[in-house]
């Protein structure tokens, strides 16, 4: 468990990012364990890190957990075995999460909805956001037709900034590194948009990402899972925040999921508006 001194002065106004590590259910009626959390507390003007929190999470069903993960750095049963279980750290998740905005990639379809699952499992309420941005929507929006699927492997790996660990504490600090690389490119663009727009759209076939098929799936040293954060197919893709709507409207109503009356969002609009629009 990794944890840092808590920062709460102007707690809602500040955003964390969380992801969830899990079991993937293998066929119908299996459920979802939550193996692991992880988060970090980001004032939205500085993009710093102030607070952290990650833990492993003990399943109610060990033998839903791989004795090996086909993912490098991944989660085994014997790494979860001594660990706590969700009720124990409930609590803990509870105070990172209450009331804040919540950031992260596909957390809309999948992260909050498990865990709704796990509070209500234990007979305890859940925490609630007061606004969330979900990045798989912002940036298939401004920036998927030029980094391949949405995967946070691929763009990722179009700003060469690694591979993906697939552990929650790593993969929601690459999340934000991510944003912070797509903002700038648009800032750049918007700043000399006769030079610099539609530049990757006459890429050579050499500079484009490739995303994983079948053919090559076999020469990726370290294999991937079929993710249950992938991007959701052309069918529910409007469902999910982001998709569709002009930037502005989706940022105004959907994306920041604005609170009633609430003057820090109105801030958190502005600040976000001036870095993806």
Not at 221 to 241: F, G, L, V, W, Y
């Amino acid at each position: 468990m990794e944890a840092s001194t808590p920062y709460r002065e102007g707690m809602s106004e500040n955003i964390v990012f969380f992801d969830l590590e899990t079991t993937v259910p293998k066929r119908a009626g299996q459920r979802f364990w939550v193996l692991e959390f992880g988060a970090i507390v980001v004032c939205p003007r500085k993009l710093v890190e102030l607070e952290s929190f990650s833990t492993l999470i003990r399943p109610g069903d060990l033998s839903a957990v791989s004795l090996k993960s086909s993912r490098c750095d991944g989660i085994t049963r014997e790494r979860v075995a001594e660990a706590p279980s969700f009720e124990e750290v409930a609590d803990k998740i509870f105070d990172v999460l209450n009331g804040r905005i919540w950031a992260g990639h596909n957390i809309q379809r999948f992260d909050c909805v498990r865990i709704k699952e796990a509070f209500a499992e234990i007979g305890k309420p859940a925490p609630e956001p007061v606004g969330m941005i979900d990045s798989l929507g912002v940036l298939t929006d401004k920036f998927g037709k030029r980094a391949g699927n949405m995967k946070m492997a691929t763009l990722a790996a179009y700003f060469g900034l690694g591979q993906q660990k697939h552990r929650s504490l790593d993969d929601v600090r690459m999340n934000l590194e991510v944003l912070k690389h797509c903002a700038t490119v648009l800032f750049l663009e918007a700043s000399l948009p006769s030079v610099l727009n539609g530049g990757w759209r006459t890429a050579s076939p050499s500079t484009t990402i490739m995303t994983r098929s079948r053919s090559n799936i076999g020469k990726v040293i370290c294999r991937e899972e079929t993710s249950r954060k992938s991007p959701p197919t052309s069918s529910t893709t409007s469902n999910i925040i982001g998709y569709h709507r002009p930037m502005t409207e989706r940022v105004k109503n959907l994306v920041l999921c604005k609170a009633n009356g609430s003057q820090t969002l109105n801030q958190l609009l502005k600040h976000s508006h001036s870095l993806l629009r």
